[in-house]
């Protein structure tokens, strides 16, 4: 009986979308050397959130801290293997959680940081805890455009993704997009944009769409590259403020002979 009401209550509830992530970043084509293993690690805090989750028995956004390891290996200059493991989660009603893993296959026009107009698609496959996404198995597909303009960048990542519950007739609209002022090789300010409009054959609402905005600043060296950035929500179905850091660095370096 208790399984029967959760499901009316699913059905019931208004639809709106499922903007928590443990991965805010606008891809930009660019992917590890040929034999180079790279690692990013993901963490994002929303310390002024949502408090009701997105779905019966999910977590609830507000004060909660979500992240991953992505473990990424380049196979060819225009191919990259990745492994996100683990997705986990602490929020003030679980605790700490696991939230289940991704591989990743991403796919890329070589060099794209040396190009004017770059290009690519990534193709994700999820495995997710009941409490972090309503459905066992997600995927993601996205197709990166961008170009690089010296000292702008313009990049859109127009997200599809998919829950193979419904098949492709349900494919949920969540582009990104990067606009980005690079003051040196080593350092950039930029202004990023994620959204969710819903299924393709029937956006949400404007108010139930989710719509963040950040400002984000990156910064490279030797070490460690960083990126972090504050987003604000633009609707109510957004988290009202999120904090995101990204940290990466190549894990082995190409021998030299």
Partial sequence: MRALVMVAIAMAAPAVAFAQTDEIQVYDASIAEVGIFNLTWHNNFTPDGLKTPAFPGGLIPDKSLNGVTEWAYGVTGWFEAGLYLPLYSVSKDRGATINGGKIRLLFVSPHAADRKFFYGANFEFS?????????????????????????????????????????????????????????????????????????????????????????????????????????????????????????????NSRSKH
Avoid at 145 to 150: A, E, Q, S, T
Avoid at 158 to 175: E, H, Q, T, Y
Wanted: hydrophobic share 40%; no cysteine; aromatic share 14%.
């Fill in 127 to 251: 495995y997710n805890a009941k409490h972090w996404e309503p459905n066992r198995f997600t995927s993601e597909i996205r197709p990166i455009i961008g170009w690089h303009l010296h000292p702008w960048d313009i990049i859109v990542n127009p997200i599809l993704d998919n829950s193979w519950m419904g098949g492709f007739k349900s494919l949920d609209f969540a582009p990104e997009s990067r606009l980005a002022y690079n003051f040196s090789p080593k350092w950039a300010l930029a202004a990023e944009e994620y959204d969710d409009f819903g299924q393709l054959r029937q956006f949400y609402s404007a108010s139930d769409q989710s719509h963040q905005l950040y400002a984000v600043f990156d910064h490279s060296s030797e070490i460690v590259n960083v990126e972090a950035g504050i987003g604000f929500g633009l609707t109510h179905a957004t988290d009202k403020l999120t904090l995101k850091l990204i940290l990466s660095r190549d894990l």
